[in-house]
């Protein structure tokens, strides 16, 4: 599994507490302008079927088997500038992503949210309705 | 004991600005002879005077404000 997280994310993630027994998790869900967008949390607990894909030091990278496949050149990023703050999650397999970088969409089907093994079609809107367009 | 995730992504988008809205903007920015050379030339008072991310606040707060007002 290639993941790429530069150094400022990485500092940035063990800023947050991320230790032996704290993860960040990374799921994909339906959602965001351009079908996918990248749930990504500090957790710690390991569900059934989740696995570690990325590792190094006191960063680990879990995820579940059915948002594995858009793990596959996953880099993450941070930016102190206010127009992309944060971190940033981009996917290289990416066909099309929206203006504000916060959704990607690749040629595969949308996963169902939930963990499910069943493929639901792509969303539209950015998810919030903060745009009023859904 | 586990505690509730926490996400990293800074929440939700607020606000979307859509082509059609863009292609507006810029239009009015650089062909409208009246706005044009008013909206050029507060854009290039405001390069020299802030930074890029005082710039985007003062973006980002014209926005907020404008969805908030009506005048």
């Known amino acids: 599994m290639a993941i790429e997280v530069t150094e400022t994310a990485k500092g940035k993630l063990l800023e947050l507490g991320l230790d032996q027994e704290k993860f960040l998790r990374i799921g994909v869900i339906p959602g965001g302008c351009s079908g996918f967008t990248y749930d990504a949390v500090i957790d710690d607990f390991i569900e059934d079927g989740d696995q570690v894909f990325f590792e190094s030091g006191d960063l680990r990278i879990v995820s579940d088997q059915q948002s594995a496949q858009y793990l596959e050149r996953l880099s993450i990023d941070y930016s102190d500038d206010l127009v992309q703050a944060g971190f940033q999650l981009t996917n290289k397999n990416a066909v099309k992503s929206c203006g504000c970088g916060s959704s990607f969409a690749t040629d595969e089907a949308v996963p169902a949210s939930g963990g499910t093994d069943e493929a639901v079609p792509a969303s539209g809107g950015c998810g919030s309705g903060g745009c009023g367009s859904h | ?71």
């Open chain 2, 1 to 71: 004991m586990s505690t509730a995730p926490v996400s990293i992504k800074g929440g939700e988008s607020v606000y979307c600005i859509n082509e059609k809205q863009l292609a507006d903007a810029t239009r009015l920015a650089n062909e409208d002879p009246e706005s044009g050379p008013k909206i050029r030339g507060t854009m290039q008072e405001l390069e020299k005077k802030l930074t890029r991310n005082e710039r985007a606040a003062l973006a980002f707060m014209i926005i907020e404000d404008l969805r908030t007002s009506t005048s």
